[in-house]
């Protein structure tokens, strides 16, 4: 099946965000086995609760790329200086793109920093990190990976960029769908250019599923709160604790799997979808795909999208990559 992708639809509320929060509501929920988009997650809420996940010690993620950011920082600045342009899809809270624009040598810095999230607070706080570089223009580009990315690496011509695609987000699409996003990301920018690609790593299954259901119930109420925003943007009356929250490792497909089971049959009415379902015990909604690589496999991804994979830097700690990558000259 494909999973629809992750922060592929602006942040902001609005009419046209609640229509089509519904109209995926009543798609996905209509599907066996039931579903919801992965970027509904990320209300504000969410948010803060994901921001809550990366500091847990259980979750390994966010830490290792930023060790491995911190140390070879001066080795990826080497390999792509000059830069004409430093484009981070996905921004966050810009502590990475700090760590990662205070490893460079000093006096060098690209000419502009472009910033894209669906999250407009997301891109304050990393326009604040990239304006401490001086003499480079910051443009913050509140939209969606691809549109951002094509915004950013716009029309004149221009020196290499270098796209930091980090925080294991590529996880978050099924295989066909990454390799369709990757494609994507080749067509907007041009041969020389490059893709810094964070990826987390295969690991034991006892270690996923602790980063995925963590003993304090922060990931856990990360995913019954896509309940409560049915609740308030939907006109839905579910009952959260009415639902327990799971993660599966699913071996064959390489993913951490959340779902959403329900702990009783029980009536979910959602007005503002216009459906009502009903939900036999046992029966779960199916919230996000998390896919786990192999180093192997991330350089077949890029590959595939007409990358070549420069460099690879691992963190053996916990289980995580970072690639660099170079786009090919067309045939
Ligand atoms: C944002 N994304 C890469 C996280 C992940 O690991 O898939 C989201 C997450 N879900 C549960 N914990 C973290």
Not at 207 to 233: C, K, S
Request: one cysteine or more; glycine letters at 8%.
């Amino acid at each position: 099946m494909t999973y629809p992708p992750p922060a592929t639809a602006p942040a902001d509320s609005g009419d046209e965000l609640v229509s089509q929060f519904a109209a995926d509501v009543r798609r996905h929920l209509s599907k066996q086995p039931r579903q919801l988009p992965s970027r509904y997650l990320y209300d504000a809420l969410g948010s803060s609760l994901f921001d809550a996940i990366c500091e847990l010690p259980w979750y390994r993620v966010t830490r290792a790329e930023m060790r491995l950011l911190v140390r070879f920082a001066p080795r990826i600045w080497s390999a792509v200086l000059p830069l004409d342009r430093l484009i981070e899809l996905g921004a966050g809270d810009g502590r990475k793109l700090a760590a990662f624009l205070s490893g460079r040598p000093t006096g060098l810095a690209p000419q502009r920093v472009d910033l894209v999230d669906i999250s407009a607070s997301a891109l304050e706080s990393a326009a604040r990190a990239a304006s401490a570089v001086d003499r480079t223009r910051v443009v913050q580009h509140h939209a969606t990976y691809e549109s951002g990315l094509q915004a950013a690496s716009g029309e004149a011509p221009r020196g290499r960029a270098l796209v930091l695609f980090l925080g294991s987000n590529i996880g978050n699409f099924d295989p066909s769908a990454a390799d369709a996003l990757l494609g994507d990301f080749a067509q907007s920018l041009r041969p020389g250019d490059a893709l810094l690609l964070g990826a987390d790593l295969v690991k034991p299954e006892g270690e996923l599923l602790l980063a995925y259901d963590d003993p304090l119930g922060v990931t856990a109420a990360f995913n019954l709160n896509l309940l409560v925003r049915l609740n308030r943007e939907l006109g839905a009356d579910i009952d959260p604790a009415g639902f327990e929250h799971r993660a599966v490792w699913n071996e064959r497909r390489s993913r951490v799997e959340m779902h959403l089971v329900s702990r009783r049959e029980q009536e979910l009415r959602i007005p503002g979808a216009g459906i009502a379902l009903t939900l036999k015990a046992g029966e779960t909604i199916w919230t996000e795909s998390s896919y786990k690589y192999r180093p192997e496999q991330i350089r077949g991804v890029v590959e595939r999208a007409g990358f070549t994979a420069a460099a690879q830097w691992q963190d053996a700690r916990a289980g995580f990559a970072l690639t660099l990558c170079e786009l090919r000259r067309p045939h």
